[in-house]
Structure formats: structure tokens, C-alpha cells
């Protein structure tokens, strides 16, 4: 299984973007995606997560500026991300945990800066 982050790059404070997170196979075998944040010297932490039947969570940094879907045709989840701050700046990472062995697989991570 892979997973294939893209989407991250420079906005202005108060933009948008959209990250994406595509698998290699179908993402009904995973019965979590989550889309995870790390900065320098900081641990990785959560910022938003979905699971196989549409549950969300989010952190509460992010609330209700960010928005994690699906697109199970595509086999990728994405990540909107509108409102931003210059403390989303970050280097965004997706998960996906699969259903039967519960073994988490992670993309590579795309960067996203919030910077004017």
C-alpha cells in the first residue's frame, strides 16, 4: 500500500487549499484516513480523521476551518483547509490504518506554509 500526499505550498494568511492523500489500492480496506501535522521539534499530532463509515474528528485548533472527505471512487481523502493561519505551517502527512491488521501506513508528507 502506498499513499500519495500532494497538494501543500506557500498561501497567504486567510487562504485556502486543499491537500490530497491517493492510495495505491482501494480505500475500503482501511477503516481509518487521517491527515496528520508535524513542525520542527514538535511531535506529529492529529488534525483531522475520517473513518470507513464517514465519522469525523477533528482537533480543536482547526475546527471549523478545515474539512477531511472522501472520494472512495478515487481512492483518496482530502483535506480542505480554509481560513489559514500562520500557525498551520507544517509539514501535513495522511494515514491510513488498515481494517483487518490495524497496520498504519503514512505518506510521505507535503508541506504547507501559511506566510505573507
Known amino acids: 500500500v502506498q499513499l500519495q500526499a500532494s497538494g501543500g505550498g506557500l498561501v497567504q494568511p486567510g487562504g485556502s487549499l486543499r491537500v490530497s492523500c491517493a492510495a495505491s489500492?482501494?480505500?475500503?480496506?482501511?477503516?481509518?484516513m487521517g491527515w496528520y501535522r508535524q513542525v520542527p521539534g514538535k511531535q506529529r499530532e492529529l488534525v483531522a480523521g475520517?473513518?470507513?463509515?464517514?465519522?469525523?474528528n477533528y482537533a480543536d485548533s482547526v475546527k471549523g476551518r478545515f474539512t477531511i472527505s472522501r472520494d472512495n471512487a478515487k481512492n483518496t481523502v482530502y483535506l480542505q483547509m480554509n481560513i489559514l493561519k500562520p500557525e498551520d505551517t507544517a509539514v501535513y502527512y495522511c494515514?491510513?490504518?488498515?481494517?483487518?491488521?490495524?497496520?498504519?501506513?503514512w505518506g510521505q508528507g507535503t508541506q504547507v506554509t501559511v506566510s505573507s
Open positions: 475520517i473513518t470507513s463509515g464517514g465519522s469525523t
Open positions: 494515514k491510513a490504518v488498515a481494517a483487518i491488521s490495524s497496520r498504519p501506513y
Open positions: 489500492g482501494s480505500i475500503f480496506s482501511f477503516n481509518f
